[in-house]
């Protein structure tokens, strides 16, 4: 049997989006993922273990660390220019007061569950302390980002531990990315369908020039009626296996929180960046949801051109007569094309998430399902979406 390509099946073989037919728009990158970057690398622990009754510290445990470099190993302490959205608050996402500063960031990016936040912190700091240590010399702020598995996961357990942010960081690689319950995603539900992981980009013809954008996103959200796909409002027509809805627990429908991400090799300033990183929302808002109060919608972007710029470390002496920064960027009245490309990139990397997986049960018998594929594609097929 041919091997699907690597824009419509995950690395391990789970089918994505476009293998079921579902037309997004725009022209995605050979991979359909943020490691479309040149030199962008993304690395998982995941963490799965025990079942039955939960027990504070003992489990079960449904969780684990996404890791993000933009510039991978060697390019840590090399910044790009970044850009940080709080759309809705209720979340947490560290180093963002210095990205609002210097609109820079130069460490990797770690994705994990909303109580394990410390731990990555510092498995960040230990892993750049051990692989560039002249780095460490300074101050080190690392972002670190949280979406909310409590419904499956012993989240007051303290499981997630600096070594295995550590071993995110370490099995970071280029090319084809797992998608769905791995890494930061393991534990987390979308639209009260298993979620997660979700990846996908989108190519930008700029005259000569063919830049991508990259989108990434650790999918917690949006009740199951909201559900859109393709454009067509399917979540009411799938409502009827909804257990994590149906229980009476202390978070309502909608919560749970998305940590989303856009990234481009196009040069851009670090206030474009935000500007980027705003049109996460629209490409969010495509899949149907209004955002939740109880919601941490955070959303990051970044540009790794430019290269050697930016750099915000301890001066050496007095400067030199060209002793000056110089950003080269795409003029404002040119960015249409890439705010289009990060909102339809989001899309799918959403959609992406919930078609990679499967379903998952977790402490106390909590069930979260998969996404019915056949039933998906049997509504996309009765709205004329898809053939």
Known sequence: MTARPASE??????????ALGIPFAGTPGPLNAITDLP????????????????????GPVRTGVTAILPRGRDGVGDPCAAG?????????????AWIEETGSLDLPILITNTHSVGACH????EWTVRNHPK?????????VGETWDGYLNDINGAHVKPEHAILAIDAARAGPIEEGSV???TGMNCYAFKGGNGTASRLVEYGPHRYIVGAFVQANFGSRHELTVAGVPVGRALADDNPMESRRLAAPAGAGSVIAMV????????????????RIAMGLARTGTTSSHFSGDLFLAFSTANRGALKSRFPEGSPGPEEFDTLRFVPWGRMDPFYAA???AIEEAVVNALVANETMIGRDGHRTPALPHDRLVALLREHRAIA
Do not use: D
């Not at 099946?9 to 476009?18: E, H, Q, V, Y």
């Not at 995941?46 to 079942?51: A, D, N, Q, V």
């Not at 990234?263 to 705003?278: D, E, V, Y």
């Open 263 to 278: 990234a481009t090799n196009a040069p851009l300033l670090p206030g474009q960046c935000k500007a980027m990183a705003r």
């Open 9 to 18: 099946a995950t690395p391990s073989g789970k089918p994505r989006a476009r």
């Open 84 to 96: 940080m959205v709080s759309f809705n608050g209720n979340g947490e996402m560290t180093g963002t």
């Open 122 to 125: 510092m498995g960040a700091i």
């Open 135 to 143: 780095l460490a010399e300074a101050w080190l702020l690392p972002v």
């Open 39 to 58: 030199g962008l690398a993304v690395g998982y622990e995941t963490l799965i273990r025990g079942e039955g009754a939960l027990h504070v510290g003992q």
């Open 342 to 344: 990060a909102a339809h």
């Open 183 to 185: 890494g930061g995603g």
